[in-house]
């Protein structure tokens, strides 16, 4: 039951989602495509221009903060030359 004389929690205490709670093909993409970025010479403002999305966006999905669509999942693998299955598979050792 609610209390209704509790107060709710400030924004800053809620909990946040850790990544034990993400799926692990996100985190992986997340690692995967933020490497493919840095290893094409792409900076977050680059993908940005090319594809239309905030800099704040780009780097959400790069600490797998927000869950892409499958469409931006593919314009980002296109903007660093990667198909997008390669960016969905774990590193070796992972």
């Not at 929690?9 to 993400?22: I, L, M, N, W």
């Not at 933020?34 to 010479?41: V, W």
């Not at 999305?53 to 903060?65: L, P, T």
Request: hydrophobic share 40%; glycine share 4%; charged share 30%.
């Amino acid at each position: 039951m609610v209390d209704p004389d509790e107060k709710p929690e400030p924004a800053s205490r809620k909990r946040r989602a850790s990544h034990k709670d993400k799926p692990v093909e996100l985190l992986i993409f997340a690692h995967n495509f933020k490497q493919a970025r840095l290893a094409a010479g792409l900076t977050q403002t680059d993908i940005t221009k090319r594809i239309g999305v905030s800099q704040a966006y780009v780097s959400e999905v790069e600490r797998a903060v927000v869950d892409p669509s499958l469409t931006h999942m593919a314009l980002l693998a296109r903007v660093v030359g990667k198909p997008l299955h390669e960016l969905l598979k774990p590193s070796p050792g992972k």
